[in-house]
């Protein structure tokens, strides 16, 4: 969910439901990953590498272990209702 906010702040997709739809799943199967009742396949793992190359999937399956990047200290902290048009 941490990678997922930073290409939602980088602009790449404006929500998860968005985000769902490219990558061809339930709008609600990215929420409940971050709610740890689903987990993320391999498929899923490809499909969103190839969708955004600056993902970090190495960081995402292995952590900071395998990478060298510190994990999280908390996880983000989604806002409620409609994005804000600009």
């Known amino acids: 969910m941490v990678?997922?906010?930073c290409l939602i702040e980088q602009g790449y997709f404006t929500?998860?439901?968005e985000l769902a739809t490219q990558l061809g799943v339930q709008h609600n199967t990215i929420t409940e990953i971050g709610k740890g009742r689903y987990y993320c396949n391999l498929k899923l793992i490809y499909q969103a590498a190839a969708l955004?190359?600056?993902l970090d999937i190495l960081w995402v399956v292995l952590g900071e272990a395998?990478?060298?990047r510190p994990d999280p200290t908390q996880l983000p902290v989604r806002e409620r209702g409609?994005?804000?048009?600009n």
């Open 3 to 5: 990678e997922i906010s």
């Open 15 to 17: 929500s998860y439901r």
């Open 52 to 54: 955004y190359p600056e």
């Open 66 to 68: 395998g990478t060298g």
């Open 82 to 85: 409609r994005p804000a048009l």
